[in-house]
């Protein structure tokens, strides 16, 4: 059985703020504990209470729904709601759940919910156990669900890496290499070149410095990644 996630509406708005409310109140494992129309008595509240779930207006007198986000000591799960479009950009960086464009509608409001509750599970599941088969990431301003499996290789462009999939199918995501290495287990995801990151499960061949993955890709491994190869020849 799900968890029932506890739920906090910010929104200046009385009747914006009003629906969110009933639309928490009508779907299952979710609990309204809190509706603020102001910004700061919210920021108060949350750092002083556990929260799962917070819909918060961007656009609000006082402090911004994203000053207020970025000011929060324990963040919980985050679905921007606003009636502007050009806040999208902010929303992705606070890697948000999901972005909900006023006025919102029931169906839409289920879908971001579920959204976050596969994320609350991908990540109760994380800390229980080492072993997990997919992962989360943000692109297009969306929460993508990512199968391990389905992962061929990661290559850094810059601030960006891009996630190479099974049957040519590719997803960008802002994030530094680094941090995307730490998304992976170790055991089956390796370093062989300062842009690129490889699953081991699909390893074709190795040709000296030059790695065939099973789909045909050839790609290279630099000089400060040798070992990796090494240890595979060993193995």
């Known amino acids: 059985m799900d968890k029932t996630l506890k739920c ?8 914006a703020a009003a629906l969110i409310k009933s639309y928490v109140e009508a779907t299952d494992n979710l609990e309204i504990r809190r509706v603020f129309e102001d910004a700061i008595a919210a920021s108060e509240y949350l750092n002083n209470h556990q929260t799962d779930l917070l819909f918060l207006d961007i656009n609000m007198p006082d402090i911004t729904g994203i000053d207020l986000f970025k000011s929060l000591e324990n963040k919980p799960m985050l679905i921007f709601t606003t009636a502007y479009k050009n806040f999208a950009f902010e929303g992705f960086e606070l890697e948000a759940i999901d972005y909900l464009l006023k006025p919102i509608d029931y169906p839409r409001f289920k879908k971001a919910v579920n959204k976050a509750k596969e994320f609350y ?11 997990v088969e997919s992962i989360f990431v943000h692109s297009e301003y969306k929460l993508i669900k990512i199968n391990l499996p389905d992962i061929l290789f990661v290559e850094s462009l ?4 891009k996630i190479h999939l099974q049957g ?6 802002l994030m530094p290499l680094k941090k995307m290495m730490d998304k992976l287990p ?3 995801f390796k370093r062989i070149h300062r842009s690129f990151v490889v ?7 190795i040709h000296n410095r030059k790695i065939e993955l099973i789909t045909g890709e050839i790609l290279p491994v630099s000089d400060s990644y040798a070992d990796v190869i090494n240890e595979w020849k060993k193995g």
Do not use: H
């Not at 040519?168 to 995501?173: G, I, Q």
């Open 158 to 161: 810059d601030d960006y890496v």
């Open 199 to 205: 699953s081991t499960q699909k390893i074709k061949a």
């Open 8 to 15: 906090v509406v910010v929104d200046d708005e009385p009747l």
């Open 186 to 188: 170790a055991d089956r």
């Open 121 to 131: 599970r991908y990540q109760t599941n994380k800390q229980a156990t080492d072993f």
């Open 168 to 173: 040519s199918r590719m997803v960008l995501t």
